[in-house]
């Protein structure tokens, strides 16, 4: 079948889809290099999964794919790409455990609302999963965690700061009751997060947040934890009402050693889990 041929094939049968984007992928297809191996214009072999997901999320960022748009059947894909199923429902299925497409009754993909919540749900789930290494999730926390305490600091709106302080007071309240201490250290920490304006930074500090849950449940309930934490909260908090950005950064730094120390006691101890 002729290339034009194709292409009419393609774009005839891409019903509901977005036939501008397939005829792009048409396109851009025949702007790369021609391969014998699978007898047309193909993607090199090398990596053609990965090739067909970057096309795809390059086609997002520029525009020709857009949020709730409808991807044509793989049958069409394939033959835009002129590439094999296995390939191609391998870079789909990335897309999708990327958050960035996901899979609707009828085999066909969507592109999902890209939402910065979405985007890191498998990141989160690959920390949760794996090997948990405690050093290393607090040195992601002070990169993430300490850029956020500083934007805060500097764009939090008067009724932020009052709220941030307030959390971190009220704290004062449940010295010796770590379930109740850890739903405001949730909402202090968010405080922080939502004041710094920042909605990607804002879910990949929760989403570091969400791990290694479990021993710091394990931690909250060891003696004096919880009322150095609220001591160290009120510093940062008093900091970031006073726009002192140096201050409620070291106060927030201090805070993650004691949290990530605490945390590594706990895990020592090889208490059972709560």
Do not use: C, W
Request: charged share 25%.
């Amino acid at each position: 079948m002729s290339g034009k041929a194709k292409e009419e094939l393609v774009i005839a049968g891409a019903g509901r889809g977005t036939p501008d984007a397939l005829s792009e992928l048409i396109a851009a297809t025949r702007r790369q290099p021609p391969k014998t191996e699978f007898g047309g214009p193909v993607l090199e072999r090398r990596s053609i999964s990965e090739q067909v997901a970057n096309r795809i999320l390059s086609m997002i960022k520029s525009g020709n794919l857009k949020s709730g748009d409808r991807l044509p059947t793989e049958a069409q894909l394939g033959i835009a790409f002129g590439i094999s199923r296995p390939p191609l429902r391998e870079a789909l299925k990335a897309l999708t455990l990327m958050g960035v497409l996901e899979s609707r009754q009828g085999g066909r993909y969507t592109v999902t609302d890209l939402s910065p919540s979405r985007l890191v749900a498998p990141f989160n789930v690959m920390l949760s999963i794996g090997d948990y290494d405690v050093h290393e999730h607090f040195e992601a926390r002070a990169v993430v965690d300490l850029e956020l305490v500083r934007l805060a600091t500097l764009r939090a709106t008067p009724e932020q700061r009052q709220r941030i302080l307030k959390h971190a007071v009220d704290g004062r309240a449940f010295h010796h009751d770590p379930v109740a201490f850890r739903l405001i250290d949730i909402e202090f920490h968010q405080s922080l997060n939502d004041a710094a304006r920042n909605r990607l930074l804002s879910a990949l500090a929760q989403g570091l947040y969400d791990v290694g849950l479990d021993a710091r449940r394990v931690a909250s309930a060891v003696p004096g934890v919880i009322e150095k934490s609220v001591a160290q909260h009120i510093v940062v908090a008093e900091a970031v009402m006073a726009g002192d950005v140096e201050a409620a950064v070291e106060g927030y730094r201090r805070h993650l050693e004691h949290v990530r120390d605490t945390t590594i006691q706990s895990m020592a101890t090889d208490r059972p889990v709560s």
